[in-house]
């Protein structure tokens, strides 16, 4: 077994075209953030992104992509950005984790996202969470019964605001994979205006990702594509995503809405009916990623399971690291496993954001539904 580290770009065709074999093969790593396009897109926006290339007997046994920063900090590929990492191997792989960050020249690495259950990391995972999914496995109608019978008067009441915005502001549609640049500028434009307003960092501040976003909605193969869709009231849009697929699975990414239509619940609006067309495309389910809002519980109909943890070399620098991280993550994962918890830090951050913009008033925001 030999580990070799490499920048994305180094990487050939025989490295790319054996890393989409790798993932194809095992449905565990069926999500666009684990595939090596994004991580060629990252590798050419950012200098501190690398790959433990890993072979055994002379064959490419599975890739590793990561993040190296100061002082052998590892960081998973994307970091904050992405809800999903892991080795990208054969099946049942199993590594000396310690071994693996010493030949990436890592003293640490933590993750919050990894694929559960991986050999080499599973005896570092400190807890294994839910992400919850769309299942579209056999189809958008049997998908909407299961959401319908789970929560009846949700269901109802989306349904009910749906037809309501199409009464007041025209015909309710929505547009699959809009390969138009301004209608993503529109959605970015929106998603900063609820970072602020929520009291959140606003990550399009960042030129870079920008830059990744606008890369990613022009790639467009079978296997790899960005997508963004958008609901229209008339011709008016009011609530986008936009995100990553496979062949057969979407990620979301970057939801947002115009606030001016709040009342419509038009994000859920837009999720059901962006449900009903990757059905159409031929994708087997829709991955909303773990934590967060109250909307994904009822809109699951099913889940995936993520990892957390820490791997550590000894070090000084992993001693500092473990200091500085441990309470700030305890702290977020009593909040986030905590409803009213979760309800009372968005209020929270609400208000920091109007004092940021001077007392404005924020967008109004989307509420729940209740179960």
């Known amino acids: 077994m030999s580990i070799t580290i490499v920048r994305p770009t180094d990487l050939g065709p025989a490295e790319t075209e054996r890393w989409r074999a790798l993932q194809q093969a095992d449905p565990a790593l069926d999500n666009a953030f684990l595939s090596v396009e994004f991580a060629l897109a990252m590798g050419r926006l ?63 690495l933590e993750f919050d996202h990894m694929v559960a259950g991986q050999p080499t990391f599973a005896p570092h995972e400190a807890d294994v969470r839910p992400a919850p999914v769309m299942d579209l496995t056999a189809g958008f109608d049997a998908y909407a019964e299961q959401v319908r019978a789970n929560s009846p008067k949700n269901y109802k009441t989306v349904r009910y ?117 990757a059905a159409g495309a031929g994708l087997h389910q829709v991955d909303m990623g773990k934590g967060g809002r109250e909307y994904k519980d009822w809109l699951k109909s099913g889940v995936l399971l993520v990892a957390e943890g820490r791997i550590a070399r000894p070090s000084a620098t992993a001693m500092i690291h473990w200091i500085g991280r441990t309470p700030v993550n305890k702290a977020r994962t009593i909040v986030t496993d905590r409803p009213e918890l979760y309800r009372l830090a968005d209020r929270v951050l609400k208000a920091a954001g109007r004092l940021r913009a001077g007392g404005r008033p924020p967008a109004r925001s989307q509420k729940p539904v209740k179960p």
């Not at 990208?88 to 199993?94: F, H």
């Not at 229209?232 to 239509?261: C, K, N």
Request: a positive charge; hydrophobic letters at 40%.
């Open 161 to 277: 605001k749906q037809r309501k915005l199409g009464r007041e502001h025209g015909d309710v549609r929505l547009e699959w994979a809009s390969p138009d640049p301004a209608l993503l500028r529109t959605l970015l434009a929106w998603k900063s205006r609820q970072y602020r307003d929520t009291g959140r960092v606003d990550r399009f501040a960042q030129p870079w990702i920008v830059r990744l976003t606008e890369e990613m909605h022009a790639a467009a193969t079978p296997d790899f594509a960005g997508v963004l869709t958008m609901l229209y009231a008339g011709d008016v849009p009011v609530a986008g995503h936009f995100g990553l697929r496979t062949a057969t699975s979407l990620v979301g990414w970057f939801p947002a809405y115009d606030p001016e239509y709040a009342r419509y619940s038009p994000g859920i609006v837009h999720h059901l009916l962006m449900a009903e067309h």
């Open 46 to 108: 950012r200098d501190y992104v690398r790959v433990a290339v890993i072979e055994d007997g002379g064959r490419i046994a599975g890739f590793f992509p990561y993040e190296r920063h100061g002082f052998g900090v590892g960081k998973p590929l994307g970091g904050f950005l992405t809800t999903c990492h892991g080795l990208i191997s054969v099946p049942e792989l199993k590594l000396n984790a310690r071994e693996l960050l010493r030949a990436c020249r890592l003293n640490v």
